[in-house]
């Protein structure tokens, strides 16, 4: 009986084949050339197999930089691509349904208000939010927020993790959210853009998550003064695919706060990722801030991968390589942004019977606001639209205003993002004929002034 393992020749994935060639540079026996055809799964001409003249020598195997491109294995052995949730097949557990442990509102004491900037509200909402999770790298204007949870989350049986980049932080949410806990990040501009893959495939794999971006000067590294930077690209760049996410823009510590706890609700409700979205003079600005009369204590989903008896059946994934399962999948998460749309939100100031519309968001919205109690002391009919909401924009809300509006202005800290959302939006929403429109914009690092905003407007007037 011979104790020497029999050597198996080569077999071909083609799908997962390079095209390189290092297999055809090591076969001595010329056993292996390039295809003359493109795989039309990979777009690339892959490599043929003659294994007539193969001696099972394996070195080609050891050459190809694909794990699983070259494998040793019987030659009527069928190997197909599998995504994971068909590749192991039924778990131990399948025959488990796992249940939903519901999230508690525990009562707080009424306590005094507290004055605190920007920052700060965004973490301690978070906190009060049940998040006991929070991962991020330093980068002003953001990081007060991610220091005040590191002194404070220990303290709470949680975990606080400086990440080594933008990108790793993602990564350690998509992990903490894949077994259902609230998590969170601070981050900035550049910060943002380092953790759009991360975001797309934790909106593919349908996993909660906040993402507190406090928006500074552009692009590339700009610098760190408040600047509206990142509309358009919350709104519309989220990573690769159709990828939405809502997105909340505060106006006052008071607001950061509120909404970052309401976030939190939104994200486990849709199963995606929420965005709240300061500028830099937001995030370092104090104000006066109420604490609610409760916090949350999170429960688990019954869709988590908690690691418990009750839901280790489950499985998290984004990953869908047949094209019909693919497009069912992106079917499906269109379907959850139309719901989305019910959660657009706006506030009115001074609207009633307004001829002249300013718009506007984050701090623009309180130098505007500002400006409309002056016009209006100097009997011009302004108000102010201010979108609490960016994604979805809240069109429907503004159409209600236009009959009575003869102009529009939009007051931004950006090179027209706002004003690009809106007129996209009223255009989708069934408005043919815009109002005439105007704006007052200031890009890198500077705001729009309460004077300016005036000023513009009674030239308008006049």
Not at 370 to 395: H, M, S, Y
Request: glycine content about 8%; overall charge neutral; aromatic content about 6%.
């Amino acid at each position: 009986m011979s104790l020497t393992k029999e050597r198996l020749k080569p077999y071909l994935v083609k799908e997962y084949c390079k095209g390189c060639g290092r297999c055809i540079s090591v076969c001595k026996r010329g056993c292996i050339v390039f295809s003359k055809e493109i795989n039309h799964l990979t777009g690339i001409a892959p490599v043929d197999l003659d294994l007539e003249k193969c001696n099972s020598c394996g070195l080609c195997i050891d050459a190809c930089p694909e794990p699983y491109g070259l494998l040793a294995m019987e030659l009527d052995e069928k190997f197909e691509l599998a995504d994971p949730s068909k590749l192991f097949g039924k778990k131990k557990n399948d025959t488990i349904e796992p249940v939903t442990i519901a999230d508690q509102k525990l009562p707080m004491p009424k306590t005094e208000p507290m004055v605190i900037k920007g920052n700060y509200a965004a973490a301690i909402g978070a906190m009060l939010a049940g998040c006991r999770h929070m991962y991020g790298y330093p980068i002003t204007p953001s990081t007060e927020g991610a220091e005040l949870m590191a002194k404070i989350l220990p303290k709470m049986n949680g975990w606080y993790l400086q990440a080594v980049s933008e990108v790793a932080t993602i990564n350690h949410m998509y992990g903490t959210a894949g077994a259902g806990l609230p998590t969170m990040t601070f981050t900035s501009s550049p910060g943002f853009s380092l953790m759009v893959e991360g975001i797309s495939y934790m909106v593919g794999a349908e996993l909660p998550s906040v993402i507190v971006n406090v928006m500074r000067g552009g692009p590339g590294l700009g610098n760190i003064a408040p600047e509206q930077s990142d509309i358009k690209f919350a709104c519309r760049g989220l990573g690769h695919g159709n990828t939405h996410a809502i997105c909340l823009a505060p106006s006052t510590p008071q607001e950061v706060l509120d909404l970052s706890m309401e976030a939190f609700e939104l994200a486990f409700k849709y199963r995606n990722p929420v965005i709240v979205l300061l500028d830099g003079y937001l995030g370092q600005m104090t104000g006066r801030v109420n604490l609610p009369a409760h916090l949350v204590k999170p429960g688990i989903p019954k869709w988590a991968v908690y690691g418990d008896k009750g839901h280790r059946g489950n499985l998290i994934s984004s990953i869908d390589l047949a094209e019909p399962d693919l497009e069912k999948h992106n079917e499906v998460i269109c379907a959850k942004y139309d719901s989305m749309k019910s959660e657009a939100r706006s506030d009115n100031f001074m609207t009633d019977g307004a001829e002249i519309l300013l718009v506007a968001c984050n701090t623009p919205a309180r130098i505007s606001k500002g400006a409309v109690q002056d016009l209006r002391n100097a009997g011009i009919k302004a108000g102010l639209f201010r979108p609490i909401t960016v994604w979805p924009f809240p069109a429907k809300q503004l159409l209600a205003l236009m009959p009575q509006t003869k102009h529009i202005v939009v007051i931004e800290a950006s090179a027209g993002q706002l004003e690009d959302e809106l007129r996209l939006e009223l255009n989708k929403a069934g408005l043919e004929k815009l109002p005439k429109m105007s704006h007052i914009r200031r890009m890198g690092g500077m705001l729009p002034q309460q004077a300016d905003v005036v000023a513009h407007v009674k030239s308008i007037a006049k």
